[in-house]
């Protein structure tokens, strides 16, 4: 089963931008030639930027506050594993911690390298990062892995803590949702939310052998699902009955 995930509000959004480039982050960085740690400090790049547009770390320091609460209204509950409940409370205590130990916004020790400052100034100039316009980089490019890899990753610590923290954020998301068997009568789907709860996330799941992806908007009191299907190379909107799972996330 192919999923799609749709956020039913901004830092769902934000959240899943991160997930997506840290993700890519990883496994360029595991890599060992120059062309991929190239596009790891690109990837590095995008997370600082993702991460300047708000407030990121205090967003994210009052969600793993508000899960550490609601965690430990569930301590000594009959019906909840308390070895469970308490792993994963020091799961997010560790998160805060990290993130509180983090000076700044994530990334902003980057901005001490000077060959990193050149590097992001010239990145978005097509072709702009030949040996010729960045000397010092070209001859990173060229150290051995095992020098180069270790500098990576030690810039990468800049923001781990915010790779920690979005983890295991959108983890407890997604342990919420339900999944249930759904039918999109001649292509369409549409469901009303109850306003009294805060869904932030909906979970799409369906069979690739269908050949239709799934076209989804949405807000936090109703989701709209469209299937498209390939026709001579453009997507068209299906007329055909078809089935999916979907889980909507509180």
Known sequence: MLLYEFPLNETI??????????????????RDSALD?????????????????????????????RHKQQLNAYRGNPAVSEEALLAVLRRVEDAIASLQ???GKPGASLASCEM??????RIAVPGGTC???LPAYHAWQQLPPQIRQPQLLG????????????????????????????AAQGGQFQQTLNASRSHQLLRLRIDPALGLVPEISG???M?????????????RAARDDASFELSLCT
């Open 101 to 103: 130990a983090l000076p």
């Open 131 to 133: 040996e010729f316009d």
């Open 155 to 182: 810039w990468m610590d800049s923001v781990l803590p915010v790779a920690q923290a979005v983890s295991l954020l959108l983890e407890l998301l997604r342990q919420t949702g339900v999944p249930q068997k759904v």
């Open 219 to 221: 807000h936090r009191l």
């Open 223 to 235: 989701v709209s699902i469209r299937l498209l299907r390939e026709e001579e190379g453009r997507w």
């Open 116 to 121: 990193l400052s050149g590097l992001r100034s």
């Open 13 to 30: 959004r934000t959240l899943l931008r991160l997930e997506h480039l840290f993700d890519r982050l990883a496994q360029l960085a595991a």
């Open 37 to 65: 740690h190239h596009f790891a400090l690109t990837t590095l790049f995008e997370v600082v930027e993702v991460a300047a547009r708000s407030d990121l770390k205090g967003e994210l320091l009052k969600e793993l506050e």
